[in-house]
């Protein structure tokens, strides 16, 4: 079975210094791999993939994420955190071999961006 | 302007009475997908279709039913709800199932007494 984990339940990070979250999935088959962030009352927005190709994602907002086979990680960085960047986080990985191509989430990150 | 609506965004409702939340997108999407999210536990998929008249049960899909009449609709349905499937709750659709990312509607808050 597939499964992602994000080890991470909060990040603090200081406006202006890198923000780095944690991924880190399971799955049987080729992943395909997501970030979404959600802000408060609000729906999922999408922020990258990973699904073949190079290892370095960019994605919106400045965001970028390196999908490394090895060590099944998929971790979202940005080089310069701004307090807007403040959101809930959830990495996804889709596993082709399972049933509908299901798509599992993490448990999410809470990032918090201080100025 | 493309996006994935749902109705309604608040719902307090008491044990056992039927309600269903819609669900429609405007993308000409083929795969649909209804989740629930609670704290700590993520996103959680309750059922999908990934086409008209095509459905199947996601991991919790215990106490909802949905129907994929056509393209554009998802409703789901609580046919006699209970306190446990208090939560929030999300419509997402994408192009295809496989390398396509997902467009999520903005949520529903569900609560059952």
């Known amino acids: 079975a597939q499964s992602v984990a994000q080890p991470e339940d909060q990040v603090n990070v200081a406006e202006g210094n890198p923000l780095t979250v944690k991924c880190t999935y399971s799955v049987s088959g080729n992943p395909y791999l997501f970030w979404y962030v959600q802000y408060p009352n609000r729906g999922l927005q999408f922020l990258l993939k990973y699904i073949t190709g190079d290892n370095l994602v960019k994605g919106s907002y400045g965001f970028e994420a390196e999908f490394n086979k090895s060590q099944t990680s998929f971790h979202l960085k940005k080089p310069s955190a701004l307090v807007s960047d403040s959101a809930l986080y959830f990495c996804a990985v889709r596993d082709m071999s399972a049933a509908g191509n299901k798509l599992t989430f993490g448990g999410g990150t809470r990032v918090l961006v201080k100025p | ?113």
């Not at chain 2, 609670?38 to 459905?55: F, K």
């Not at chain 2, 949905?66 to 999300?90: A, C, D, G, H, M």
Request: aromatic share 12%; proline share 6%.
């Open chain 2, 1 to 113: 302007e493309a996006q994935v609506t749902q109705n309604p965004r608040y719902l307090i409702t008491v044990t056992g009475k039927k309600l269903t939340v819609t669900c429609s997108q405007n993308m000409n999407h083929e795969y649909m997908s209804w989740y629930r999210q609670d704290p700590g536990l993520g996103l959680r998929q309750i059922y999908y279709s990934m086409n008209v008249e095509v459905t199947d049960k996601g991991d919790v899909p215990e106490g909802y039913k949905v129907s994929r009449k056509e393209k554009r609709n998802f409703p789901l349905i609580l046919e006699s709800p209970s306190p446990n499937q208090t939560s929030l709750y999300f419509c997402a659709s994408s192009f295809r199932a496989s390398t396509s990312e997902q467009y999520f509607g903005p949520g529903t808050r569900l609560t059952v007494t």
